[in-house]
């Protein structure tokens, strides 16, 4: 089955900083990689996804790169503010919108320093 | 709409028990799907559902069982409580390529 891995699982970066995530996935029919930002005691939510015929994707501060023949992606936070600071998911499916389930990374907690 | 609605929120059990979690979504998702969350170790696949009558086991299926009679509705059933089942349980949905959205989650503490 698919496995995930993510680097590192704990990021400290200045308030203002750029902060980058890192996975990378064993299944080459993945095609469907979401990223997902958790706070304490909350649900986890969706922040940005890509899917595998795009190499990358951009929302405001955060932005998102693929590279389907190394099989990795990456999470970017610019500008980092202090509410940034959680625990984020990478997470890869086969299906199109993980409709089979979705196989999780272990997490990153980032912390924003004042 | 009110998403993915989840309860109980907390839940202690003993030993032994049984007990059904209930997950209903109001936004006519095909897929539906429980993981658990342990510190640490992500989130895992516990069951999964394409659609109403359909199910399938995810990566830790063992001890749980789930049944999907309606679009709405995917309870997840404990048959006998065990402190290993001890976890943070969200389920979520999702369209057929739509991203999968979460339920508050349910706490629940075997002892």
């Known amino acids: 089955g698919e496995n995930v891995e993510q680097h590192p699982s704990t990021l400290s970066v200045q308030e203002g900083d750029s902060a980058v995530i890192k996975c990378t996935y064993s299944?080459?029919?993945?095609?469907?990689f979401p990223w997902y930002k958790q706070e304490l005691g909350k649900r986890p939510q969706l922040i940005i996804d890509i899917r595998s015929n795009v190499g990358e994707k951009k929302d405001q501060r955060i932005a998102v790169t693929l590279n389907k023949t190394a099989k990795h992606f990456s999470l970017h936070i610019t500008e980092t503010q202090p509410e940034d600071s959680a625990v984020y998911f990478c997470a890869a499916s086969n299906q199109g919108g993980g409709a089979d389930g979705l196989t999780f990374g272990k997490g990153t907690h980032l912390i924003i320093q004042p | 709409n009110a998403g993915v609605t989840q309860t109980p929120k907390f839940q202690v059990l003993k030993t032994g028990q049984s007990m059904t979690l209930q997950c209903a979504q109001d936004m006519n998702h095909e897929y539906m799907s429980w993981y658990r969350q342990d510190p640490g170790m992500g989130l895992r696949l516990i069951h999964y559902s394409v659609g109403a009558g359909i199910t399938d086991q995810g990566e830790v299926p063992n001890g749980y069982n789930v049944s999907r009679s309606t679009t709405e509705d995917f309870p997840l059933r404990l048959l006998s409580a065990a402190p290993s089942q001890t976890s943070v349980y969200f389920c979520?949905?999702?369209?057929?390529?739509?991203?999968?959205?979460f339920g508050q989650g349910t706490r629940l503490t075997v002892v």
């Open positions: 299944d080459s029919a993945s095609n469907y």
């Open positions: 979520a949905s999702a369209l057929t390529a739509g991203p999968a959205f």
